[in-house]
C-alpha cells in the first residue's frame, strides 16, 4: 500500500535533520516530547520515515509560523498521530474483509446500522449551551465564525448545539485557558478533531458497505443452483 511506503524508516537523523532545515538535538526533543515518532534499527539507530518527514515540517509551520505554543503543537500532533493510526486501521480491516471475500465466508456478518450517533443529535439552544460550558454565548458565535464549531439550525435557523459540540468547546476552553494556545493553535487542534470525527464515520461506513456486501455475495452464492451430478469415471468406461 502506498502508506506503507510513507512509513518505511529510511533517513538516519542528520539527513531528516537537513531535509526540515532543523538541528539533530531538536528532532531528539520533539522525539522525547511525543512529537514524531522514528523507528529503529536492530542497533537502536533512529530511523526517520516520509511520514516523520511531514510531521516534523507541520511542527515547523505550527511554530514558526503560527506561533503556537509547544503545548498546543503537542496536541496538533497527538491528534495527526491518532488520524494515522486510524488511517492505518482502516486500510488494514478493509484488507482483511477483502480476504474473508475472496476466502468466499460461509456465514454472511450484519450489516451495521448508518442512524445518527445520539452525540450528534442537535438539542441545546445557544443560552443553554454557554452555561453547559461557562461561556458567553457571544463567545460560541465568535468560535462559530471561526469554523472551531458548528452547532445545528432548526428550521427556524435557531442554533442548536449537540453533546459533541459542547464537548468540543470544553476542550477549546481547556487549550485556551489551561494549556494557553494561542486561537491559530486553537484552529488546527480543531480541524484536525473534525477530520477524526469524519474519518470514524467513514471508517464505520466503509466497513458497513463491506459487509453488505459480503452478505449480498454470499446469498447470491447460496442461491445458485446446484451442479448437475455427472457419471463416474467408473459408469464412463464401463462399456
Do not use: C
Not at 537502536?44 to 506561533?67: A, F, N, P, V
Request: no cysteine; glycine share 6%.
Amino acid at each position: 500500500m502506498a502508506s506503507d511506503t510513507k512509513q518505511r524508516p529510511v533517513y538516519v537523523i542528520s539527513i531528516a535533520a537537513e531535509l526540515v532545515d532543523m538541528h539533530p538535538q531538536t528532532l531528539r526533543l520533539y522525539e522525547r516530547k511525543g512529537l514524531i515518532r522514528p523507528g529503529r534499527t536492530s542497533g537502536k539507530t533512529r530511523l526517520y520515515s516520509e511520514r516523520d518527514i511531514e510531521h516534523l515540517r507541520e511542527i515547523r509551520r505550527l511554530t514558526q509560523e503560527l506561533g503556537v505554543n509547544l503545548a498546543g503543537v503537542e496536541e496538533v500532533m497527538r491528534l495527526q498521530h491518532e488520524l494515522d493510526d486510524m488511517q492505518d486501521e482502516l486500510e488494514q480491516e478493509i484488507e482483511r474483509i477483502e480476504n474473508e471475500i475472496r476466502a468466499q465466508v460461509a456465514q454472511p456478518l450484519p450489516a451495521l446500522g448508518q442512524t445518527l450517533d445520539s452525540k450528534d443529535r442537535p438539542v441545546y439552544v445557544i443560552s443553554i449551551a454557554a452555561e453547559l460550558v461557562d461561556m458567553h454565548p457571544q463567545t460560541l458565535r465568535l468560535y462559530e465564525r471561526k469554523g472551531l464549531i458548528r452547532p445545528g439550525r432548526s428550521s427556524g435557523k435557531t442554533r442548536l448545539y449537540s453533546e459533541r459540540d459542547i464537548d468540543h468547546l470544553r476542550e477549546i476552553r481547556r487549550l485556551t485557558q489551561e494549556l494557553g494556545v494561542n486561537l491559530a493553535g486553537v484552529e488546527e487542534i480543531m480541524r484536525l478533531r473534525f477530520e477524526l470525527d469524519a474519518n470514524r464515520g467513514r471508517l464505520e461506513n466503509r466497513i458497513a458497505d463491506i459487509q453488505q456486501d459480503i452478505t449480498e455475495r454470499m446469498t447470491r452464492w447460496r442461491e445458485l443452483p446446484a451442479p448437475p451430478h455427472s457419471h463416474s469415471e467408473a459408469d464412463d468406461t464401463s462399456e
